[in-house]
């Protein structure tokens, strides 16, 4: 069973980067769909960003040219590198991984979840 922990969360301003991390252990994350999920004060969980097992990359309109997932299977840890931060994309980022093939973006299909990181973007 793998076990799932973000850091890179913090404030930032409108504008301004970040890079989240997602550290896995008990599983290696190219053998998972792995996902990144945001959640809004009083929204539910939204899809952002996915990276398949062979890598091919999937991103929700919002953050597409502004949002980067990727992966580094030595270290078994996912980035998201998060560029032109703006105040909608403030909310706690969620780390996810299914044993599966293809790729998920509910988050119901995902067994797996960190315990998510805080990102706050101040216009």
Do not use: H
Request: proline share 2%; with cysteine.
């Amino acid at each position: 069973q793998v076990q799932l922990v973000e850091s890179g969360g913090g404030l930032v301003q409108a504008g301004g980067s970040l890079r989240l991390s997602c550290a896995a252990s008990g599983g290696t994350v190219s053998s998972y769909v792995m996902g990144w999920f945001r959640q809004a004060p009083g929204k539910e969980r939204a899809f952002v960003a996915a990276i398949s097992r062979i890598g091919g990359t999937y991103y929700t309109d919002s953050v597409e040219g502004r949002f980067t997932i990727s992966r580094d299977n030595a270290k078994n840890t996912v980035y998201l590198q998060m560029n032109s931060l703006n105040a909608e994309d403030t909310a706690v980022y969620y780390c996810a991984a299914e044993y599966t093939i293809a790729v998920k973006t509910t988050p119901y299909e995902y067994a797996y979840w960190g315990q998510g990181t805080q990102v706050t973007v101040s216009s």
